[in-house]
Structure formats: structure tokens, C-alpha cells
């Protein structure tokens, strides 16, 4: 984990060319800081993605990953999941909170795949946004991960560091992925969303982000939101994601 870090000094007023340089750099800096980093939800092929993606909504990956083995275990295509036992299936994802919506996501998501892609994936994100359950974010998590197809993730973590950084203004979630998207060539952006997210979950915290211990303070307009002593902000520091 980065030591100490030092009073940051981005220009005041910056010019486009200087934002580039400076978002580029920092996303240089977090590859270093967690060469490690990826998606940190679990599967084996883009149908298990897709479905954990769906699932991981207003819980934590954690969480996911311990139902995934039984889930896919009973149902490992789309359309066994399509003809699953409502019961049974509630029982699995139970433990994720919100199970019977998560149920219907499921099983909507599920009859859509065997119907229009024969319960094939589709590589598309026109395609993808068009599944029940389905938005940008969830699709440019299995477009990237899953195929390998350059795609921006914003949740809550890349939203608030795309704004704390200044990389842009922009609250609108798709908003944020055209802008950020523009500061960088499309082949980063699977990894700089891998970059920022793991960076959100593990130092730049909502309500106190460890500033006296982040890599890129010198790069941040926002140094100082959260404690600057580097003891102080180490104690905040995670090791892995939240649980």
C-alpha cells in the first residue's frame, strides 16, 4: 500500500490536453498500485457474468461468489435457469437479500436469452441493454470481462472518483462513461474501471477517503476531503474489497 503523500498541485484551471495527460497518469499509477486489480465477482463464461452481475445489485460481491457454486451448479445454462423451480431458485439467492426480485430478474433474464439468442450471450451492447435487468453498467462488465470488449463501468465508486479526481463533472451515469471514455483510448477502459473501482473500495472511501495515504494525491484536486496524516489515513486503508 502507497506511503505518505505529498500536497497535491493541479493547475487550477486546466486545459483539456493537461486533463488527458494528468488522467492518463493517474491511471498509470493505480496499474502499479493494484497490478492485481480485475472484477472481483466470480464466473467461468459469460452467462455466469451476466447473471452474478445482475445478482451483485444492493449486495456485495462476497456475497455472490458464496451462492455461485450451488447456483450454477443446479442451473449452468440459461435454459435450465429458464425452466428452474421458482422455489428452488429463491431458496439459492436467498441469502443475496431481495430474493423474489432477484427471482424474477433471473428468470425474465433467462426466458429472454433461450427466446432471442437461443441462451446464448450476445456480444453486443445494443443487444445487451435490451435483456430484462439489463443496463450500461451490467453490460460493460460482461462485454469487458467476459469478451474482451473495451466497455466503461460506472457504479458508485468510478462515478464519485471520476468526480473527486475532475476528470469530469457529470453525474448522469452514461454521461460519466462518454467523458471519462474520451480522456482515454477505449483499449483502457476495462482496466481503468478495474483501476478506479478497486482505488473507490479500498482508499478513496465515500465518507472518509484515506487522502494521506493515496498514490495519486499529487494529482487530486479533492486531496484533503478526507484525513491527511498519513497514520491517521493508513488506519483507513482496506486491503481487499468490502465484504
Known sequence: MPGPAA????????????????????????????????????????????????????????????????????????????????????????????????????????????????????????????????GRKTANVVLGNAFGIPGITVDTHFGRLARRLGFTNETDPVKVEHAVGDLFPSRDWTMLSHHLIWHGRRICHAKKPACGACPVAKLCPSYGTGPTDPVVAAALVRTEGPN
Open 7 to 134: 500536497t497535491p498541485s493541479p493547475s487550477a484551471v486546466e486545459t483539456r490536453t493537461a486533463l488527458v495527460r494528468r488522467a492518463r497518469k493517474v491511471d498509470r499509477i493505480l496499474a502499479v498500485t493494484y497490478p492485481d486489480a480485475k472484477a472481483e465477482l466470480d464466473f467461468d463464461n459469460p452467462f455466469e457474468c451476466l447473471v452474478v452481475t445482475v445478482l451483485s445489485a444492493q449486495t456485495t460481491d462476497k456475497r455472490v461468489n458464496a451462492v455461485r457454486p450451488q447456483l450454477f451448479a443446479v442451473y449452468p445454462d440459461a435454459k435450465a435457469m429458464a425452466a428452474a423451480d421458482r422455489a428452488t431458485l429463491e431458496a439459492i439467492v436467498g441469502p443475496l437479500g431481495f430474493f423474489r426480485a432477484k427471482t424474477d430478474s433471473l428468470l425474465k433474464l433467462s426466458a429472454a436469452l433461450v427466446e432471442q439468442h437461443d441462451g446464448q450471450v450476445p456480444p453486443s451492447l445494443d443487444a445487451l441493454v435490451k435483456l430484462p435487468g439489463v
